[in-house]
């Protein structure tokens, strides 16, 4: 049997391919290019949304500060002006980050993935691995089922503790706004580089609130000029088939 390349347990036995949760805990290097993708697929290709499809969002207001609509909304503008991906926030809900957040949701015509869930909560309140240091944490979820690999679902907690971060983006230092880019960009398939001029620096630094052309060459090999995808069927996680690796993935904004 092909040992899958994260820890994880396939139920044996069944009838239909095994569908996967992967683990993508850890960053690729960075490459030349100025970019690092956080995982790839078992053919080497970047673990990418399909880019042919909307990326939903929903937002719960709960702590977050004023302004995070349309904060979250600008956030989700300039990603998707520099990935071709059709971002998509659906509105707010009530559901809380969760360690344990199924994949999907049922709707009248089926199941289909859950929307990314962006989040305020204190690092107490959450058993998600948020520090009180953390401006806020990412948890992108890949699936594989069979051939198919895709990011479907995902978590952006931010740190309501963090009082000293203001709504915007005047400054990469203290704005909100720097934040939820740096974060959704991992929720896309973005992992950390060392240039400090980068949105996707680890640390946020000083400076306007803009793409640098190595966060624009992630979000292309992420986003729509890498081509569409064919992506794991929702109905098939629905059969329960799916066990969830036991840590999470995760990266956080850390302390500046
Ligand atoms: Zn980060």
Redesign the pocket.
Known sequence: MRRPPVGLLVAAGLAVAALVVLLLGRALLPSDAGYAVWGTTRSGAPLRWDPCEPVRFAINPQQAPPGAVADLRTALALLADGSGLDLVLVGSTAERPAVDRPLTRMTPTGPVWREVLVAWSTPAATALPLTPLDRGV?VPVAVRDGDREALVTGQVVLNADRTDLVPGFADRRDAWGATLV??LG?VLGLA?VDDPTQL?A?DPGAGPIRLGAGDRAGLAAIGRPAGCLDGPDPAAERSGRTLRTPALPL???SED
Do not use: D, I
Request: charged share 10%; net charge negative; aromatic share 0%.
């Open positions: 990412a740096h974060e991992h950390h996707m680890a990266a956080g904004t």
